[in-house]
């Protein structure tokens, strides 16, 4: 169930709009049994400063992140590596090639926001403005979590 925003719009009318900047997945998600992975989940809190588990967290399959999870002068404690990254709109940063930004949507106006990030390029709901134009929020995939979106 997601918070609603302002503007009286509906969750049907929001995804919608969603739908007409995001293409339906093309990528299976269904996990493979042959395989076997490991991950790190790596959170901003700061724990890990002066741990040394930078090698460690590297060495991981995946290596997962949250909001505005800083690794830039950190890497001996928290590794440089990420593949999935994720935010809510508030916390989205520029997470550079070869990174699955996962948004997690946690009221309609996060969708809202999502559509505008991927379409015109200028998100005016949130401070800082994000412009989209700067190919900041056009790293594909995007994943969205929280709701399962179909079409049909």
């Known amino acids: 169930h997601l918070q609603r925003s302002g503007n009286n719009r509906t969750l049907e009318e929001v995804m919608a709009e969603m739908f007409k900047v995001i293409p339906s997945p093309t990528v299976d ?13 790596v959170g901003n809190s700061g724990r ?8 460690l967290i590297d060495s991981h399959h995946s290596v997962l992140r949250m909001n505005k999870a800083v690794t830039r002068g950190f890497e001996k404690d928290v590794g440089n590596r990420t593949t999935h990254h994720f935010v ?42 994000v412009n989209s134009q700067t190919n900041t929020y056009q790293l594909l995939p995007f994943i969205v979590l929280g709701i399962v979106f179909t079409r049909l």
């Open 29 to 41: 998600f269904r996990p493979l049994p042959s395989l076997c992975h490991t991950c790190a989940v």
């Open 48 to 55: 890990l400063r002066q741990s040394g588990n930078g090698k």
């Open 88 to 129: 809510y709109p508030e916390s989205a940063v520029d997470v550079g090639g070869g990174v699955s930004l996962v948004l997690l949507p946690f009221k309609l106006r996060d969708i809202e926001w999502l559509t505008s990030a991927l379409s015109t390029g200028k998100v005016k709901m949130y401070e800082p403005q």
